[in-house]
């Protein structure tokens, strides 16, 4: 009988980035599901190891366990490993054992770097794994070590660990943070609210790791000659500046009235950083006015730039938006920015990530408040949170039921991943070669 050799059928960069997420969260719940991950020595359920694994390797921080009081040294340890694979990338760090063996990078492994990264090209890419990878440890190191003395002071030894926990978690904008104790849980950063230092320290990690490697690398070739940066590169830049002045200073007016002015500052300050999108806080959020908790939603959305340690539908997104608006105004056919004119294709995939993210957003929220029984706003609130893979919650997640759980686990999933990605390892990528007949349409 003759038997003919069925075609292999290779899996695209983006089923291999979806699939390699996928491998190493259900790897990470199976660890913390182990009684050596808890300090009470117990088999933890499935569904809160599945939901903390999540949470960590989309660096989201939402959490129904308090990381400091429930999880042992082990489980820990754990979950600082995810968060670390989740804010370079399982493909990153993939590639970076690859390179430290001195295998060879393939073609097709280059692509899927790419991907991973949000590289313009394939060229070059190996380089820039290397830079991500000396940039990260540079900055998770130095942030640590300005922690050392603050933690040490407060912790003892174990304030060694503290200080590398939290400038991972920092760096990689995740927000898990070991604070807490068994009579007094889920507190984040809140002790350290009026302290300039830890202030600074914290926001500043959460800010490099938001700008995107990228953009970090060409302040480094570059330097100062903002001129001979990439235009991405100067989108973020300007853009990121105004979502954190603005927002500070609405904070500093309207919501953090009371009090002296540097507590103010601080407070302020650090409200408008951590949302886009590390997940700590040093005030109480449930407490804040409705109009404060929905800039922030607004501001956890927006999240970071791409291929950077945040979330959200990145700021560029919502850039390339504004200049196509701009552009419509003017009547102009190209949307512009710094004198350089955009492809109709980051337009496009600009409209379908903001239409995904906030058809996604509604549907979760909606989901959750009708399984609850909860207000509509704060369910959007939490919902936010996992999708932009922020952390940040106004103490209702702990209480969800598992349905609601299960719908953030895939919200942080979905949205540490990507819409694009789903979307190209769904359908693919490959464009039609036909095109049907145009027809007018009115719109607005």
Not at 219 to 244: E, F, G, P
Not at 361 to 368: P, Q, R, T
Request: contains cysteine; charged residues 10%; proline residues 4%.
């Amino acid at each position: 009988m003759l038997r003919f050799p069925l075609p292999k059928k290779r899996l695209s960069s983006f089923q291999v980035i979806i699939a390699g997420f996928a491998a190493v969260d259900f790897l990470g719940a199976l660890l913390l599901v182990l009684p050596i991950s808890a300090r009470a020595r117990c088999l933890t359920p499935f569904s809160e190891a599945l939901f903390t694994s999540t949470s960590a390797l989309c660096v989201t921080g939402l959490a129904v366990q308090d990381t400091g009081s429930y999880w042992s040294a082990f489980g820990q340890c754990v979950i600082l490993l995810l968060i670390q694979i989740g804010g370079l990338g399982v493909i990153t760090i993939a590639a970076a054992f690859a390179l430290l063996s001195g295998r060879k990078i393939s073609l097709m492994q280059r692509s899927t770097l790419q991907e991973a990264s949000g590289a313009p090209q394939v060229g070059g890419i190996v380089r820039l794994t290397g830079f991500i990878l000396r940039a990260t440890l540079f900055f998770e190191l130095a942030g640590a070590v300005l922690l050392l003395p603050v933690f040490c002071a407060d912790f003892g030894p174990k304030g060694i660990f503290y200080a590398v926990f939290h400038s991972i978690s920092a760096f990689c904008n995740a927000g898990f943070d070991l604070l807490g104790t068994a009579d007094a849980r889920f507190v984040s950063l809140t002790r350290y609210a009026h302290h300039p230092y830890v202030v600074l320290v914290i926001t500043a990690l959460i800010i490099c790791g938001s700008l995107g490697f990228l953009t970090w690398e060409d302040i480094r070739v570059h330097r100062l000659h903002l001129h001979r940066y990439r235009m991405q590169s100067k989108v973020i830049l300007a853009v990121n500046a105004l979502l954190l002045v603005l927002p500070a200073l609405y904070f500093f007016c309207f919501e953090f009235t009371a009090g002296p002015v540097q507590s103010r500052a601080l407070l302020s300050w650090f409200q408008a950083v951590t949302p886009r999108t590390a997940g700590f806080n040093t005030a109480d959020l449930a407490a804040m006015r409705s109009p404060s908790q929905a800039l922030m939603v607004a501001l956890m959305l927006l999240g970071g730039a791409p291929g950077s340690t945040a979330g959200g539908m990145k700021i560029t997104t919502l850039a390339v938006l504004l200049a196509n608006m701009l552009a419509t105004f003017r009547r102009r056919k190209d949307a512009e920015f710094f004198g350089r004119r955009m492809d109709t294709s980051a337009v496009k995939n600009a409209a379908t990530i903001a239409e995904m993210y906030m058809l996604v957003f509604f549907l979760g929220s909606l989901a959750i408040a009708t399984a609850e029984g909860l207000p509509m706003s704060v369910c959007m609130f939490e919902t936010a949170s996992a999708v932009a893979t922020v952390g940040l919650t106004l103490g209702i997640t702990p209480q969800l039921g598992l349905f609601s759980q299960c719908i953030l686990i895939v919200l942080m999933f979905w949205g540490r991943v990507g819409a694009l990605t789903l979307i190209y390892a769904a359908f693919g990528r490959t464009p039609a070669h036909s095109r049907l007949p145009q027809e007018k349409i009115a719109v607005g």
